[in-house]
T-cell receptor, first 115, second 116 residues
């Protein structure tokens, strides 16, 4: 059974550019969540998509957006990049938020560097 | 407030010994989930163990067990018979409400070093 796949693994972008990250969840999982990890702020929740709809949102500016496709694959977009956006971006896949199906599995992450 | 607290920034343990990593949490919802993840230097978050708030018994997965004390709001991870490969960052996380989707809140992590 394939795990969570994130592409690309590494990215270098210039301030002001935009970037799109991709996450393919485990087959059958309909929930995809995104997290930003930095040394200073730790792991912070960005947003969650379930059945193509944003179900939860963290406290990030509107430059951070996402979407989910009918096959549950998700993309995250960051516009007008800032140096502070340099981070490891992780996505997590789970069946749903139901009580009986709550395990969340992560991809290897995309390490974004903004210069 | 929904919060996870890990008070041990770093821990050392001798190979083959057991170690306990502390985690306390806060949520007002009676239905929640608690997780532990391992993050090696490669960056991938590896799922270790899960405990639901209504689970009567402590969760166990191989060498990992979760010491769940609901009244004290603690969910400590116990690793038995430590191995060199256990050296990594360990994160405690909480799904603060099982009725509100898949959002996870993480603690700041504990860096575990296993000595030969």
């Amino acid at each position: 059974k394939a795990g969570v796949t994130q592409t690309p693994r590494y990215l270098i972008k210039t301030r002001g550019q935009q970037v799109t990250l991709s996450c393919s969840p485990i087959s059958g999982h309909r929930s995809v969540s995104w997290y930003q990890q930095t040394p200073g702020q730790g792991l912070q929740f960005l947003f969650e998509y379930f059945s193509e709809t944003q179900r939860n949102k963290g406290n990030f500016p509107g430059r951070f957006s996402g979407r989910q496709f009918s096959n549950s694959r998700s993309e995250m977009n960051v516009s007008t990049l800032e140096l502070g956006d340099s981070a490891l971006y992780l996505c997590a896949s789970s069946l749903a938020g139901d009580r009986g199906n709550t395990e969340a599995f992560f991809g290897q992450g995309t390490r974004l560097t903004v210069v | 407030a929904q919060k996870i607290t890990q008070t041990q920034p770093g821990m050392f343990v001798q190979e083959k010994e057991a170690v306990t990593l502390d985690c306390t949490y806060d949520t007002s919802d009676p239905s929640y989930g608690l997780f532990w993840y391992k993050q090696p230097s490669s960056g991938e978050m590896i799922f270790l163990i899960y405990q639901g708030s209504y689970d009567q018994q402590n969760a166990t997965e191989g060498r990992y067990s979760l010491n769940f004390q609901k009244a004290r709001k603690s969910a400590n991870l116990v690793i038995s018979a430590s191995q060199l490969g256990d050296s990594a960052m360990y994160f405690c996380a909480m799904r603060p409400s099982l009725n509100q989707g898949g959002k996870l809140i993480f603690g700041q992590g504990t860096e575990l070093s296993v000595k030969p």
